[in-house]
């Protein structure tokens, strides 16, 4: 049997609700083991019953056709629905079961056992802000509303594509925070000066750098064979941006290698940024 031809596993991420807890923790897990060996499947709001007693068929109909006995990561609160799935013929490992005795245990009480908790509105005055911080960070994307950035927390500033907007809005979605972002041009690499909309906010910027060929590979998707995506161009841009960032002192990350996650985990380190929390 030829590797491609070699079976994977099935893994499952189940939930109550959306799956994107049991996502998280899981897919965490799993990188430290050979991913291309396993197949991933997120089976959200498995809340009765019913549901529990179908879901579990057809992951272990997967096992069958496989060979494999599948793996099924859990993050769901109803005893009856976990009763139903650990007495099927998987690998079952909830997280709740694995963590919820040690915390009643430690906190000497019992836990609500509520749905949803996880992802649940539990403080609108926080859903709200996130909301706002979100709107926030797309209508300052890429330089637009520059008369905004007093209200800027941080604002990103890079070439084009090394990654500006995804890092912004992942920190307004997660943290609630107000990230405005400035792409850099030919305009600030000829003069060496910092634009003049940013030259207020030196205190809150921040700028990002990418290895040229990831760069080129990054623009060649979107227009290929194009001066804008050619190797001599987008070295030019990332070593001109390298330079101005050196010489007006603003922190810099370097994004190649990094997740979205870890870019935003760094930038707020860096510049002292909380989670908006009420």
Do not use: W
């Not at 906190?107 to 911080?133: C, E, P």
């Amino acid at each position: 049997m030829t590797e491609s031809e070699k079976p994977q596993r099935a893994i499952f991420f189940l939930s109550d609700r959306t799956g994107i807890t049991a996502e998280t923790l899981g897919s965490t897990l799993l990188t430290q083991f050979d991913e291309s060996e396993l197949r991933q499947s997120t089976l959200p709001f498995v809340n009765t019953a019913d549901k529990a007693r179908s879901t579990l068929a057809y992951i272990e109909h997967t096992g069958r056709a496989s060979g494999l006995t599948p793996i099924v990561f859990s993050t769901t609160v109803s005893d009856e629905v976990r009763a139903v799935l650990r007495a099927g013929n998987i690998v079952f490992l909830d997280l709740f079961d694995m963590f919820l005795p040690s915390l009643e245990s430690a906190l000497d009480t019992k836990s609500t056992h509520r749905v949803g908790q996880a992802h649940g509105i539990a403080n609108q005055d926080i859903y709200d802000s996130r909301i706002d911080a979100m709107n926030f960070a797309l209508n300052h994307d890429d330089g637009v509303n520059e008369q905004g950035y007093e209200r800027a927390e941080v604002i990103l500033v890079a070439p084009s594509r090394v990654g500006k907007t995804p890092v912004c809005i992942y920190m307004a979605m997660q943290y609630g925070i107000y990230a405005a972002n400035y792409p850099l041009t030919e305009d600030e690499f000829d003069s060496g000066q910092l634009p003049r909309a940013l030259k207020p906010h030196r205190d809150k910027l921040y700028g990002l750098y990418i290895d040229p060929k990831r760069l080129h590979h990054i623009r060649s998707e979107r227009r290929k064979g194009s001066q804008y995506a050619a190797i001599p161009q987008v070295s030019y841009e990332l070593r001109q941006a390298e330079q101005l960032y050196k010489k007006h002192r603003v922190p810099y990350a370097e994004t190649t290698h990094k997740s979205i996650e870890e870019l935003a985990t760094l930038i707020m380190q860096d510049k002292n940024l909380r989670r908006r929390s009420f």
